[in-house]
């Protein structure tokens, strides 16, 4: 199966290797020159411009920022869905607005074009892994097309609905992600000005009730001040954005994501856009005056 690849940053670079090992014959392309040349290194074509990755492929895979990317890419001038072959598949693996991704299949469906929306979950040690969660929208006999090669990038691969519903369910994963930080940081800031260790809250509640694969991640980060990113802040801010507008569109009560991304914007503000998102604990720092450590 030919593969066209767009976007080879932190997530789409190891997604790509993982094709590769497979054996699928991939073309990539992304704006930076250099991470095409690490991936064309490991066996795949590079592609000069977007469109170059739909030569003869049978499907288009997008790994981007955001929504106007993903739009873009795929439907602005020089868009790659015009040039795709009728009855190719393009399935979109960025995180972006749900909203987004119908609008931008009904205007590929002009073009014969299916599309799926699979977004993942896991960060970029799973993706190096293959391990990822991959939710995906979009008609089941698509989905069934695609599972076995969606399967080299990810541990699961489940289908929530018609398309849309990949990014639905990646927002409520990001929704309980920001949360989930913002409790963890609340919780040790609290134990430790209380004149406990955070690594003995941590190693004491990890196995309990209060336990998640956030806290695993993310205490040991806290506590070493290792704030590389993993997933940044400003992605996080992108994603909570899209989740006020999908809540506000179906008149969902967020009280909690709004609060959290308060504290991110602050964040933000601070110059910590580009760390991981598990910097949020300075949110509590500044707070306090207390600085989290092992
Ligand atoms: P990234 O910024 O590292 O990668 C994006 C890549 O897209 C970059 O290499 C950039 O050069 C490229 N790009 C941007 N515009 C382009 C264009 N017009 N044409 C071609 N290439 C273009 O981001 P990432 O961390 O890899 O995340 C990608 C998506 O996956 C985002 O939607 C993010 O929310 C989501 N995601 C990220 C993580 C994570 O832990 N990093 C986890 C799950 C999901």
Known sequence: MKIGMIGLGIMGKPMAR???????????????????????????????????????????????????????????????????????????????????SREIAAELAGYGIEMLDAPVSGGEPKAIDGTLS??????????????????HMGASVVRCGEVGAGNVTKLCNQVIVAINIAALSEALTLGQLAGVAPEAIFEAIRGGLAGSTVMNAKAPMMMDRDFKPGFR????????????????????????????????????????????HSVLVKFYEKLSGEEIHR
């Open 134 to 151: 991959i939710m995906v929208g979009g008609k089941l006999e698509v989905f069934h097309k695609y599972r076995e090669m969606l399967s």
């Open 233 to 276: 802040i400003d992605l996080h801010i992108k994603d909570l954005n899209n989740v006020l507008d999908a809540a506000k569109s179906v008149d969902a009560p967020v009280p909690l994501t709004a609060q959290v991304m308060e504290m991110m914007k602050v964040l933000h503000k601070d110059g910590e856009g580009i760390s991981d």
């Open 18 to 100: 993982n094709l590769l090992k497979a054996g699928y014959d991939l073309c990539v392309f992304d704006v930076n020159p250099a991470v095409v040349a690490e991936v064309a290194a490991a066996g795949a074509t590079a592609a000069a411009n977007a469109r170059e990755t739909a030569k003869n492929a049978e499907v288009v895979l997008t790994m981007l920022p955001n929504s106007p990317h993903v739009r873009s890419v795929m439907l602005g001038k020089d868009g790659v869905g015009a040039v795709m072959e009728r009855g190719a598949t393009f399935i979109d693996m960025s995180s972006i607005n749900p909203i987004d």
